[in-house]
């Protein structure tokens, strides 16, 4: 019976040694060629990002200098008036 | 085979294939793939995104060049009604500056140095009432400017003692008009009268002065009291006061007691000036 229970086994282990490797050659992997397209890939994300956020902070910078002009010329138009009105009378 | 030789076997086969599928590739075609798409993904969104971020740009600098525009028109608007250019406010506004740094540091000054200064103080004055007739005083930054002065001055004319006594001993050769006409004292030997008129209990003749004696000589009139200088007259000084010659009458009145005449006044009179 011990006899029987350890060629059971030792046929169980080879065919585990035999089946493994095929099992795992099933998975198929990336490329080197494929791995330099994500590479690339990720440099063109990271890229356009960057040319996005430039491009934000160039418009919260005019979105400034639009409010500063605008203030600018609500003061002087109140100058204006001011000084018309002063002159008038 | 024994037992033990299969186990150790199939130890070594699993570890050599662990290392194998490390060292050759790291990354699965499946994982590549979801990651692919996951940076095509970022980039057409961030371009996406960077068309709409530009074409908002062109929008506001657009707008920017209209508001520009309009600023340019109201400016030239204001140019016209002051008669002057953005220069000439400039000047202006930075001439007002430095009056009013001026007289934060005048502010800061003792009583006595405030004394020794109160011609400048005086010349400020004098100029800051020729800059509120420029139109360019009626621009409200100039305006608050001005008011701002005004306030600095009431408050150092409030702190500046007008009229001030100061001692000198008189020394062998002296006489009033040698002592007038020192630069410590009145730089101007017409002024005599004042010092001959401060100590009329000591001097009974001007002409007769006596070594060590202790004169007092005052510096400064009240406020609403003129010193006649040399070349005035009672039109030039209400031209000074009242910013108006004609009112020179109201000098007379106020002065009877010593204007005889009211083309005859003399340097270091001390004449009352009625408020205006």
């Not at chain 2, 070594?12 to 060292?23: D, H, I, P, R, W």
């Not at chain 2, 000198?168 to 040698?178: A, E, I, K, M, P």
């Not at chain 2, 002065?255 to 083309?263: E, F, G, K, P």
């Amino acid at each position: 019976m011990t006899k029987l229970l350890k060629r059971a086994t030792g046929v169980g282990l080879a065919a585990a040694m035999i089946s493994l490797p095929l099992l795992s050659g099933c998975t198929v992997m990336a490329s080197n060629e494929q791995l330099t397209m994500l590479e690339e890939a990720r440099k063109k994300a990271e890229s356009a990002e960057a040319d996005l956020n430039a491009c934000k902070g160039m418009r919260a910078q005019l979105e400034r200098e639009l409010s500063d002009n605008k203030a600018l010329l609500a003061k002087l138009r109140n100058d204006r008036d001011v000084v018309q009105k002063a002159l008038s009378e | 085979m024994s037992f033990k030789k299969i186990a150790a076997a199939l130890f070594c086969t699993l570890a050599l294939m662990g290392g194998a599928s490390v060292s050759a590739q790291e990354m699965t075609y499946e994982e590549y793939k979801i990651k692919l798409a996951g940076y095509e993904s970022r980039t057409a969104e961030a371009r996406r995104a960077l068309q709409t971020c530009k074409e908002a740009g062109e929008k506001l600098r657009t707008e920017i060049a209209g508001v520009e525009s309009e600023i340019a028109g109201v400016n030239t608007e204001i140019y016209e009604l002051l008669g002057s250019d953005q220069s000439g406010i400039d000047g202006f506004l930075a001439e007002l500056d430095r009056i009013e740094a001026r007289l934060m540091g005048l502010l800061n000054m003792s009583e006595e140095a405030l004394f020794e200064k109160r011609d400048e103080i005086d010349s400020i004055e004098s100029r800051v009432g020729e800059m509120k007739t420029n139109k360019k005083a009626l621009l409200p930054d100039a305006a608050k400017k001005l008011a701002n002065i005004d306030q600095l001055l009431e408050r150092i004319k409030a702190r500046m003692p007008r009229k001030r006594i100061k001692q000198y001993t008189v020394v062998r050769g002296d006489n009033l008009w040698s002592i007038s006409k020192k630069p410590s004292i009145y730089s101007d030997p017409y002024l005599w009268p004042r010092i001959y008129v401060e100590n009329r209990n000591k001097i009974k003749n001007p002409d007769l002065i006596f070594p060590n004696w202790t004169l007092n000589v005052p510096f400064g009139v009240d406020l609403n009291q003129h010193l006649v200088l040399g070349g005035q007259s009672l039109s030039s000084i209400a031209g000074m006061v009242y910013k108006d010659p004609t009112k020179w009458y109201r000098l007379l009145k106020a002065n009877q007691t010593q204007i005889l005449d009211a083309n005859l006044i003399f340097p270091a009179q001390v004449l009352d000036v009625p408020a205006n």
